[in-house]
């Protein structure tokens, strides 16, 4: 069992470019989870997929961050263009069926840094 | 808006000692509370969780205490050992998704 794979682990990347990052979630899983963890903020629902469909993209912080999910083997969160702020590690997570009692898997994060 | 407020932020504790984190939640619509463990350069893995229909729930060192009325809920470990070191996220649950409080550093010393 591969877990949830995250690419890159770390991403260095200069003030005003676009960053992807991605996401493979455990074979079988249905729902995806990104979130954002700083240590002034914590861990951060970014967006949430279930059957590949976002279903809350409340917490993407504003027009620069989108995220897709083109089949249930892969999906990307896209920074454009990047700014210092968002540095941060990156988690994706993966769970079988819709709710919020289910065990999220993590994966092992993207740690981004803006410079 | 944070609706699970976590304390400490940080805490302390001797080998053997117990070591205690504190949650708050605002919303009465959670149903599922869960907390998880996070090693340094991991993701976070769940620990242990409870429902709201029972005021505790232990498994090994670990026990999680639950006040409905006071929309209150925190983790005890017990015998805390050097290997428990970690950062503890207390979260809330309902519907599709968990809000998560901003984490706990425990460090456990010899």
């Known amino acids: 069992d591969a877990g949830v794979i995250q690419s890159p682990r770390h991403e260095v990347t200069e003030m005003g470019q676009e960053v992807t990052l991605r996401c493979k979630p455990i074979?079988?899983?249905?729902?995806l989870f990104w979130y954002r963890q700083t240590m002034m903020r914590g861990l951060e629902l970014l967006i949430y997929?279930?059957?590949?469909?976002?279903i809350d993209d409340s917490g993407m912080p504003e027009d620069r961050f989108s995220a897709k999910m083109p089949n249930a083997s892969f999906s990307t969160l896209k920074i454009q263009p990047s700014e210092p702020r968002d540095s941060a590690v990156y988690f994706c997570?993966?769970?079988w069926g819709g709710g919020s009692y289910n065990e999220q898997f993590f994966g092992p994060g993207t740690r981004l840094t803006v410079l | 808006q944070q609706q699970v407020k976590q304390s400490p932020q940080s805490l302390i504790v001797q080998k053997g000692g117990i070591s205690i984190i504190n949650c708050a939640y605002e919303n009465t619509a959670f149903d599922y509370f869960p907390w998880y463990q996070q090693f340094p350069g991991k993701g976070p893995a769940l620990l242990i969780a409870?429902?709201?229909?029972?005021s505790e729930k232990k498994e090994g060192r670990f026990t999680i205490s639950f006040n409905k009325s006071a929309k209150q809920f925190s983790l005890h470990i017990m015998d805390s050992q050097p290997g428990d070191s970690a950062t503890y996220f207390c979260?809330?649950?309902?519907?599709?998704?968990?809000?998560f409080g901003t984490g706990t550093q425990l460090k456990v010393e010899l």
């Open positions: 409870i429902r709201p229909d029972v």
């Open positions: 979260a809330a649950g309902g519907g599709n998704k968990l809000t």
């Open positions: 074979s079988g899983h249905n729902s």
């Open positions: 997929f279930n059957n590949n469909v976002p």
């Open positions: 997570a993966s769970t």
